[in-house]
Each structure stands twice: as structure tokens, then as C-alpha cells.
């Protein structure tokens, strides 16, 4: 069983630097992409910050200089630090992944996989 597993959400004031983590486990033959989204309350999910498994990253407009993603392919880990952080950052994180799960010493396919969400919030 593949599951996504986050840590490092917390409270911080503004101006502060959290970061996340995201680990997988389970019986994985190789994961692609790997990203965070997030969800503030009444607003729909958006994509924050994704990387590729050769390294190749986008971002937000609204993060863009202010966070960095990275990941750990030892680990099958991806971190997101988040630096000079705003109120408007609050939301609850998830992680996301494209992970194609061991079968039969092989792949037999490539899925999509999500964190339960670490909450953020950025307050005085």
C-alpha cells in the first residue's frame, strides 16, 4: 500500500519560514512528479510548487521567490521551504504525487497519489 506522509505545518508569524515534508512509503517501483498544493478555507486547491524527477521545477506566481521545492529520491521525499511568509499563506498543504507502485518486480501503471494535509498558519 503507497501512501503519502506530511509533517512540518504549524503556526508562524508573519515574516517567519516554515518546512514541510513529504515522504513516501509502501512498495514503490519509481514515483514521477512530485508536488504541493494547498486549500484555504473557501477557496478551491491550487498548485504551489511541483517538481520533476529530474529536478525541473515550477511555482506559483505568489510563492515565487519566497518558497523552494525539493526533493530526496533516496528518500522518495519532497520538502517544501517556505521563507518571508504571509497571512495569505494559511491553508492547509497537501502533497501530491505520480507513483507508479512495485508489481510483479515491475510497473504495471502510474497513479496518483495525496498527503492528508499538514495545516499552515500565518498569524501575529
Known amino acids: 500500500q503507497v501512501q503519502l506522509v506530511e509533517s512540518g505545518g504549524g503556526l508562524v508569524q508573519p515574516g517567519g519560514s516554515l518546512r514541510l515534508s513529504c515522504a513516501a512509503s509502501?512498495?514503490?517501483?519509481?514515483?514521477?512528479?512530485m508536488g504541493w498544493y494547498r486549500q484555504a478555507p473557501g477557496k478551491q486547491r491550487e498548485l504551489v510548487a511541483g517538481?520533476?524527477?529530474?529536478?525541473?521545477?515550477n511555482y506559483a506566481d505568489s510563492v515565487k521567490g519566497r518558497f523552494t521545492i525539493s526533493r530526496d529520491n533516496a528518500k522518495n521525499t519532497v520538502y517544501l521551504q517556505m521563507n518571508s511568509l504571509k497571512p495569505e499563506d494559511t491553508a492547509v498543504y497537501y502533497c501530491?504525487?505520480?507513483?507508479?507502485?512495485?508489481?510483479?518486480?515491475?510497473?504495471?501503471?502510474?497513479?496518483?497519489?495525496w498527503g492528508q494535509g499538514t495545516q499552515v498558519t500565518v498569524s501575529s
Open positions: 501530491n504525487a505520480e507513483i507508479r507502485p512495485l508489481y510483479r518486480g515491475s510497473w504495471a501503471g502510474e497513479y496518483e497519489y
Open positions: 509502501g512498495n514503490i517501483f519509481s514515483i514521477n512528479a
Open positions: 517538481i520533476t524527477s529530474g529536478g525541473g521545477t
